[in-house]
Every structure is written in C-alpha cells, then in structure tokens.
C-alpha cells in the first residue's frame, strides 16, 4: 500500500470530513476521494461508507488508520535516529500555545534554541478557551493545552502527552479587602462577594461554579471578561474579587493579592500534546524539552503566596 494514500485515511479518521482533509494536504475534494478508493481497491475491503453527504470510515478503515499511524512514527523514528548520530535537529517546528503560557515559559525556550543551528520554531498563540486545543495536533507539531478541575479534553486521542506544569489557580482581592490578611480562603468565605468572572462556558466559570456549590450559594457575578489584565484591573478598583493563575497573575504593584482556594482542585493542569509520529521528530524533541526545562524553572520559582503587610487599606 502506498504510504501516502495511508496517511490521507489517518487524516480522515483525524479530521472527519473530506473537505478538512483536502484544505490540509492541499488537494481537491475529489482528489482525496480518488486516493482513497485506490487504497480500498489495494486493500480489498470497504474502509469508508457514504453517511449523509460525507464519508465516514468503517471498521476496517479505522484499523488501517491506526495501522498509518504506525507507519507514520516507524518512518519517523528512522528518521529520527539519522538525525541523532549527525546531531542535527533542524527544520521547522510548529507550536501552538495560550497567551500565559506564552507568556511565561516561551520566550525563554526560544531564547535557549537560538543556539542551535538551523532550527525553527513557528509560534501560533490561540484563545484556549474558544477551540478544541487537542484538535490542533493536527496541524501543529505541538500543542499547549489546558485542564481546569479534572477536565482532560486531550484523553484517548491517540496524541503523546508530556506534562509541563501544575499551576495554582488563586483567589485575587483588591489590597485592603477584608479577606487579605487570610492565608487560605475557602469557598465558604466568599459566599458574600461580587465577582469579576469570564464568560459562560470558560473552564474559569466552571470553577466558579464549583465554588458555588461547596459554599450552598449563589455567587454574584458583575463583570465577565476573558483578559486577565482586564480582571486584574476590575479588581485593584474594588468592584469584585476574582481567580487567576498563579504564575502570571500581577502582585501588590497592581494592587491585588492573590490567597490560595482550599477545598477544591483549583488547579490547571498543562501538557504539550503532539501526534505521536511528530513527538519522534528530534527537531520536535528539541524544542520540547526546552520549554519543559524553562516550565520546571517557572513552577521552582514559586511558592504559595504569602499575606503583605497592608498599612493603609485601599478598599474595604
């Protein structure tokens, strides 16, 4: 069989529709179509069948994808080993990141590849909270993504999962509020409080709405915005209190506090997710470990946030 009609049946498994896989490989419609009926005539079995206007694949044709997949990390781990004995992890790699992360542990990882030769890294930031980000692997060498309380949207994908990071989700409060001189903060004890929250949906809200539900009551959301700058701002002028993560959040210099949450997992839980054929790329695993590297000196650099000395309170 030949590989490359093998990889366009994997990227139908991935991406469910002719039309995506055809704007992903740059090819027609009817091209790929075409490819794939001389794969099933190779393979002398039905792998796709006609559902509604599109095509979606049969028993067999998902085990031939999962076979392509096999193929696809076999040729790269060749190509791999090749690379690692002339010690040249060149090329272009593809990252997709969310604004924080970005933000925090990014810029120092590129600063680090600088100083290898002939190596690229694309950077791509996205909203995390309005795409699917495990859909990305598709298109990306590699994808930051976002867990809130529990949540783990990249399961059974068949992705390589590498984990990065555990990053405390805090309690922020304007300097002076009557709740900063407390070291913990439970859901109980912001029962009473308007809130700067994010829109519906966000996995943000859903901790809010976690929070409700532990402390029996209906908490008073009066502003929703998805910049934490915008949040951070909104609760320095005393018209809420909010949550933000911990590593990017501003400090007093802002004026706010953070105070850690118990009680709940408020904790975002970040993985760089890729297809596993990419992970075997060294150019891949280059630029991987280096932002692994740069998110363990961000997570070391951290501890629980302590109470500041508050001598003339700012909002009560």
Not at 248 to 264: D, N, Q
């Amino acid at each position: 069989m030949d590989v490359r009609r093998l990889d366009l049946l994997r990227e139908l498994a991935d991406r469910g529709t002719v039309h995506a896989v055809a704007a992903a490989t740059h090819r027609t419609p009817s091209a790929v179509s075409q490819q794939l009926k001389v794969l099933e005539r190779e393979a002398g079995l039905p792998l796709t069948e006609r559902r509604g206007r599109g095509l979606v694949l049969t028993d067999a044709g998902r085990a031939l994808a999962a076979s392509a997949t096999d193929v696809a990390v076999a040729i790269e781990r060749a190509t791999s080993v090749w690379d690692e004995y002339r010690n040249h992890p060149t090329g272009t790699v593809t990252l997709a990141t969310f604004p924080t992360f970005g933000q925090m542990v990014v810029p120092a990882a590129l600063r680090a590849l600088e100083a290898v030769p002939g190596l690229r890294v694309e950077v791509s930031d996205r909203d995390p909270d309005l795409e699917d980000f495990p859909d990305l692997a598709a298109d990306f060498d590699i994808v930051i993504a976002q867990a809130i309380s529990g949540e783990r949207t990249w399961v059974r994908r068949g992705l390589r999962i590498t984990q990065l990071l555990a990053e405390p989700l805090d309690v922020v409060l304007p300097i002076g509020h009557r709740l900063s001189g407390q070291t913990v903060l439970t859901p109980a004890d912001l029962a009473d409080e308007s809130w700067i929250g994010v829109p519906v949906g966000y996995p943000l809200d859903r901790l809010l709405r976690s929070i409700e539900a532990e402390s029996d009551a209906e908490l008073r959301v009066v502003q929703r915005v998805s910049d934490n700058r915008i949040a951070e701002a909104m609760v320095a002028a005393g018209l809420g209190i909010g949550l933000l993560p911990r590593f990017t959040a501003s400090g007093p210099e802002r004026g706010i506090v953070l105070r850690p949450l118990a009680g709940l997992d408020a904790t975002r839980r970040i993985v760089a997710l890729s297809r596993p054929d990419r992970a075997e790329r060294l150019a891949v695993r280059t630029v991987l470990e280096a932002i692994r590297t740069e998110a363990r000196s961000v997570a070391a650099s951290h501890t629980a946030p302590e109470p500041e000395e508050l001598t003339t309170p700012r909002w009560v």
